[in-house]
T-cell receptor, first 119, second 115 residues
Framework: AQKITQTQPGMFVQEKEAVTLDCTYD???????LFWYKQPSSGEMIFLIY??????QNATEGRYSLNFQKARKSANLVISASQLGDSAMYFC????????????????FGTGTRLQVTL | DTAVSQTPKYLVTQMGNDKSIKCEQN?????MYWYKQDSKKFLKIMFS???????INETVPNRFSPKSPDKAHLNLHINSLELGDSAVYFC??????????????FGPGTRLTVL
C-alpha cells in the first residue's frame, strides 16, 4: 500500500525567504507520480507541481520547485521568495500506477503542512 | 470559465435526510473523482468514474451513491445522512495521457454539515 508522510504540521517563514516543506513516500511500484497541492483558507485545492518517478530533472514551476530524491523516497517542495499569499495548507500526494488500461488512478494524500508567511 | 464546479458550496441538513451534490467539468476530461476531506483536513478518495463507468469504489457506506449521466458530470447522492458524514467533499477530474501526469484538478468543494 502506498503511504505519504508529511512530518511538519506547521511551518513559519518570513516574507521573501525560501521554505522547504517535507514529504516522504513509500511505495513498491517502480512507476508513480508525485504531486503538491495548495489549499488556502478559502478551501479550494490548487495543483502546484508534478514529478514523475522516471523524470531525470527536478520539476520547477515558477517559484515552486520539487527536490526529488528517489533513493531517499522524498519529494520536498521548495517555495522561493515567499509571499503573504503563500500562507495555506500544502498537501503532498502520490498517484498509484494506473490499471493496465490506464483508466483511472487515485491520489493518496499526506496529512498536510500549514505554512504561515510572516512580515 | 470555471474548470470544475460543484453545487452547492455549503449544505446544512438534518440527520436522516437525503441530499445530493453535483459536479461538472468543462475540461473535456474523461475521468472524474469524489474525495472526502475530514475535520482534520485528511483527503481520501471515495469514487472514480471513467467515461460514465465506475472504476474506483473505495470502502464507502452504501448510503453514498455516485451517478455519472455523462463524462462531464458526476453527482454524489447520500441517503440517511449521519453526523459523521459532515466533511468537505471535493470533485476532481483528469485526462489520461500516455506517459503524462494525468493531473487531477479539483472543484471548490462542498462543505456538508449534518446536524
Amino acid at each position: 500500500a502506498q503511504k505519504i508522510t508529511q512530518t511538519q504540521p506547521g511551518m513559519f517563514v518570513q516574507e521573501k525567504e525560501a521554505v522547504t516543506l517535507d514529504c516522504t513516500y513509500d511505495t513498491s511500484d517502480p512507476s508513480y507520480g508525485l504531486f503538491w497541492y495548495k489549499q488556502p483558507s478559502s478551501g479550494e485545492m490548487i495543483f502546484l507541481i508534478y514529478q514523475g518517478s522516471y523524470d531525470q530533472q527536478n520539476a520547477t514551476e515558477g517559484r515552486y520547485s520539487l527536490n526529488f530524491q528517489k533513493a531517499r523516497k522524498s519529494a520536498n517542495l521548495v517555495i522561493s521568495a515567499s509571499q503573504l499569499g503563500d500562507s495555506a495548507m500544502y498537501f503532498c500526494a502520490m498517484r498509484e500506477v494506473p490499471p493496465p488500461d490506464g483508466t483511472a488512478s487515485k491520489l493518496t494524500f499526506g496529512t498536510g503542512t500549514r505554512l504561515q508567511v510572516t512580515l | 470559465d470555471t474548470a470544475v464546479s460543484q453545487t452547492p458550496k455549503y449544505l446544512v441538513t438534518q440527520m436522516g435526510n437525503d441530499k445530493s451534490i453535483k459536479c461538472e467539468q468543462n475540461l473535456g476530461h474523461d475521468t472524474m473523482y469524489w474525495y472526502k476531506q475530514d475535520s482534520k483536513k485528511f483527503l481520501k478518495i471515495m469514487f472514480s468514474y471513467n467515461n460514465k463507468e465506475l472504476i474506483i469504489n473505495e470502502t464507502v457506506p452504501n448510503r453514498f451513491s455516485p451517478k455519472s449521466p455523462d463524462k462531464a458530470h458526476l453527482n454524489l447522492h447520500i441517503n440517511s445522512l449521519e453526523l459523521g458524514d459532515s466533511a468537505v467533499y471535493f470533485c476532481a477530474s483528469s485526462q489520461r495521457l500516455a506517459g503524462g501526469p494525468s493531473t487531477q484538478y479539483f472543484g471548490p468543494g462542498t462543505r456538508l454539515t449534518v446536524l
